[in-house]
């Protein structure tokens, strides 16, 4: 009987907008723009962000979950937030891909607020 090897491959996550250590302001729209692919089928993408407003009194994050539709291997994920008065100096954002197997990856990127 032929067994069908598991996948044990994760996603690739390429990050294409914001650029590491890119420079923004407050009121400024910060895009994160990243194309996700797997080699059998992405599951789900996380993105993570440092909460601008529980930051002042301890650093929380903030995680925003998305559901890839069914049998896609390919992703082209795009969000925007504004800069808050609260974000101070370099902001970190984390995505995380998981395919179906749960394999995962995770790419983080920091921007820097004047």
């Known amino acids: 009987m032929f067994k069908k090897d ?5 996603p690739q ?7 590491s250590y890119q420079h923004f302001s407050i009121q400024d729209n910060i895009t994160v723009n990243a194309t996700i692919s797997d080699n059998v089928q992405l599951k789900s993408v996380s993105l993570r ?34 800069v808050g008065i609260n974000f101070k ?3 970190p954002f984390t995505l995380t891909a998981t395919d179906m197997s749960g394999n995962q990856t995770v ?4 921007v820097a607020i004047n």
Request: proline letters at 9%.
């Open 89 to 91: 100096n370099s902001w």
């Open 107 to 110: 790419k983080e990127v920091s």
């Open 49 to 82: 962000i440092l909460d601008s407003v529980m930051y002042l009194f301890q650093p929380m994050y903030a995680t925003q979950n998305f559901d890839i539709p069914f049998n896609k291997k390919d992703y082209q994920f795009g969000m925007s937030f504004p």
């Open 13 to 19: 996550i390429t990050i294409t907008s914001p650029a």
């Open 6 to 10: 598991a996948d044990k491959q994760p």
